[in-house]
């Protein structure tokens, strides 16, 4: 499969030492100045938020803290009501879901979106569906990267709640996406297959970046090199995740004050 690059799962990805210098030459996926409200109550107030080719970068924060907005921002779901999008250097502002994922912007969503009346193998070939040759065989192997193999007949409807959102995984990463963004895909999924989807990132090829909203902490350390912390909105604080998570105040913020866990939702 093209997209699998095998790495030590026991290794976390580092922070790109090319990080500083994509940025500063424009490449990657970068957001300026982006503000978004509904009504009076502001979402989203961020002066950057930057992900080089090959970031691993979780975005963590309480509950309305905008995570969840900022990926739809990156997506194309939402149009922010002042900011700029740049990908690669091109402005991407107000190009949609559609034209992000041809460029090589996947993503997942909090709940499952997978089309229930197509099977598991008709949902990956869709996913591919801006390629001009995706054989079964590629789209196969996905369904096999997600553990869903087997369920390639069966309808997406009838799949259980933790097997849809591998089946989305599977969906976003048959696009073989540059940019791959993840709204808490540990959301539901047992513990078999947390280990695998935490496989599947680890073996992800260098060259794609992951941009992770997840509560679940030990996802995020295992998965993560960066970490952005939100709060109503803001950036409160951002840096190498070891650094990140070590710090008392975001422990405060994030985790009541207990030093770890899995205590506050996304």
Not at 7 to 35: C, I, N, Y
Not at 52 to 72: E, F, M, Q, W, Y
Request: aromatic share 4%.
């Amino acid at each position: 499969m093209r997209i699998v690059h095998r790495v030590d799962p026991d290794k976390v990805p580092a922070v790109s030492s090319r990080r500083d210098a994509d940025h500063a030459q424009g490449s990657g996926l970068v957001a300026t100045g982006l503000r978004h409200a509904y009504g009076r109550l502001t979402v989203l107030d961020l002066d950057r938020f930057a992900v080089a080719p090959g970031d691993r970068h979780a975005v963590i924060g309480p509950n309305g803290a905008g995570k969840s907005t900022l990926l739809g921002v990156l997506a194309g779901a939402i149009t922010p009501q002042t900011g700029h999008v740049t990908y690669n250097g091109r402005d991407i502002t107000g190009q949609g879901p559609a034209g992000r994922a041809r460029a090589g912007i996947g993503r997942t969503v909090q709940h499952p979106t997978v089309w229930p009346d197509l099977t598991c193998l008709d949902c990956v070939r869709v996913g591919g569906w801006h390629h001009r040759h995706h054989p079964d065989r590629t789209s196969l192997e996905v369904l096999d990267l997600v553990g869903l193999a087997d369920h390639a007949d069966q309808p997406a409807g009838a799949l259980s709640h933790g097997h849809r959102r591998m089946l989305d995984l599977a969906v976003a990463l048959a696009g073989e996406p540059r940019v791959l963004l993840l709204d808490e895909p540990a959301a539901g999924l047992t513990d078999t297959d947390t280990a695998r989807l935490l496989d599947i990132l680890h073996g992800l090829p260098a060259w794609m970046a992951v941009v992770l909203v997840e509560h679940h902490m030990h996802v995020v350390a295992a998965a993560a090199g960066w970490i952005t912390v939100l709060h109503h909105g803001r950036r409160y604080t951002d840096g190498p995740a070891d650094t990140v998570r070590a710090d008392p105040h975001v422990a405060a913020l994030y985790l009541g004050g207990g030093g770890g866990g899995d205590a506050a939702r996304a």
